[in-house]
């Protein structure tokens, strides 16, 4: 809680008791300091004491209470730096919202509700002084423990007070006289509140902020959180929040069926608004949650991604670099050599479809194109692009390799939320933001500690988010992703599978919302589904949530001709084995002497053209193939 909120009377209890020369030393109080070390020398013992209030705190913080002389240098040190950086104000303030006053209370202001039902504000000088009392020793100068010696502690206090001048002789008497009544406001077990999985990203985000923002321990973050009477103020949409639990809560409700060995089928799905990075629901398991900080699967779960992470580490890369574009033409063989590695996939299914474009190579998920397009991207270039580009942290250094990006074989995995933040930059014209489960955080004064605004990142250029959201519309109305549908609205999306059918994933937008959904069991196992039941749970949940949304459309991008930077393809059908010559009868030398200018050279159109790619139908009809376009491959 703030400084101005904490009465003088408490400071003046702590002051008197702990640290009575705390307003004039610098940190140390020196004399008691060398009294400390005497002692210690003469008896032999690591026991120091002569710890001043700046001192507590410090071991408070930093966690590091081993009694050593090593150890009490170093908080020596780091008490007179913490006093040239701090006013005596902000160290009480800190130092009365970290310290331990038992029954698990944290800080002034949760230990005036628990022993008195009361704000600090309101607390009595009599009940200060019974409150810091219990500092020094809560599990003896607990009232609830003992309350004799909590009330010979509260006297001794009070005296030191007068003795130091900070309360007059009357106000000593009449505060001996008026005994503290405790009021115990512990919370039962029984009874006791489930946290949901969004309420406990949001503690869990917070407590990040504060130690990155205080250079603090995650126990004095946490204690800050639970003890400071801080007010938190959520991204939270109420309402979409109760659609995704009225499935997920419901088991019967999911297309989710247990494993051949009997387990649950597990699931997580994160929403958020692309355009804030405000995660508006989560959820981070089916079924009925009984636990408090359990598994969160959606914010703390690392599942390969399989197929979908070719979007955001292949094709989105390289159409921001220039590399290709829509129609850019891809020879998908069998019998491609990689420039980079000498690994090379097979599609699912084991088909090839010559000649295509990179429109049609997404919409049916080849593994072939994707580990072409890679080839030239390179991984490192993937691998940067995602953790500097599409904030992905998750990712292992041994990542940075071909199988991981091109197929997402990932070492450890990827998180729901990550997934559903990188695909964001799509919907929001290329520019990614960072997801958030909180706006900002105040203290018990309304006074704002945590400010949590969107950060963002100008991932792709406008023109690239546009043809990747048209090209994942594709993929969804005519590819793999068609479980995702919805009736009034487009989506845009790519469905995920592991090796094995471990995973299944589908990560997908409309022109309101992301959402990513992961489907598994806890223990990797074989799903044995005939489609993908993540899609299905996305178009579930999304359908309800777009209800009674104003239809919107994709915008509609320039698609551009193919780049052409790679030179001319040599396709894998099979060539002739002579070009028809004007003189067949001719030697090879009179040839060579008689070989026409430029002009007159064999025009492409006598050399056959590669088999024609089967079924189009991803091409829209006013956007046909360029029948010149490039043809993109890396087997030249």
Known sequence: MDYADLPLNLQHAAVSIEDQRFYNHKGVDWYRTTGAF???????????????????????????????????????????????????EEIMEWYLNVIYFGEGSYGVYTAAETYFGKTPSELTLSECASIVGITNNPSRYDPFISSENNNKRRIYILDKMYELDYITKAEHDQAVADEPVFVHTETEDEGQTIYSYYAEAVIEDVIQRLMEDRSISRDTAKTMLYSGG?????CFNPRIQNIVD???????????HNSASGKQCQSAIVILDPYTGEIQAMAGGTGSKDINFGTNRA??????????????????????????TQNTRVNDSASIKLSGTGWYPKNSGGGNYGVITIRTALQRSLNTVSAQILDKLTPAVSFQFLKEKLGVTSLDDFDCDYAPLALGQLTNGITVREMAQAYSAFVNDGVFTYSRTFNYVTDSAGNVVLENPARTIQAFKQNVAWNMEDMLFNAVNAGTGTEARLSNMPVGGKTGTTSNDCDRWFVGFTPYYVAAVWTGYDTPEKMSYSGNPAAQIFRLVMADIHRDLAYKAFPTPEVGNPTGIFGDLTPATPKPTETPDASPS?????????TPKPTATPKPTATPKPTPEPEPVDEPAENPPDEDAFLFAVNW
């Open 246 to 256: 009225s499935y997920y809560t419901d088991y019967s409700k999911l297309p989710l």
């Open 586 to 594: 001719a030697s090879p030398k009179a040839k060579a002497s008689a």
């Open 299 to 324: 914010t703390q779960s690392q599942r390969p991604p399989g197929s979908s992470i070719k979007p955001i580490a292949v094709y989105g890369p390289a159409m921001e670099l220039g590399l290709i």
């Open 230 to 234: 801080y007010q938190v103020y959520s």
């Open 38 to 88: 005497v002692n210690m020398f003469l008896g032999m013992r690591n026991d120091f004491g002569g710890s001043t209030i700046t001192q507590q705190l410090i071991k408070n913080l930093t966690h590091q209470d081993d009694i050593t002389v090593q150890r009490k240098l170093l908080e020596i040190f780091q008490a007179l730096d913490l006093e040239k950086r701090y006013s005596k």
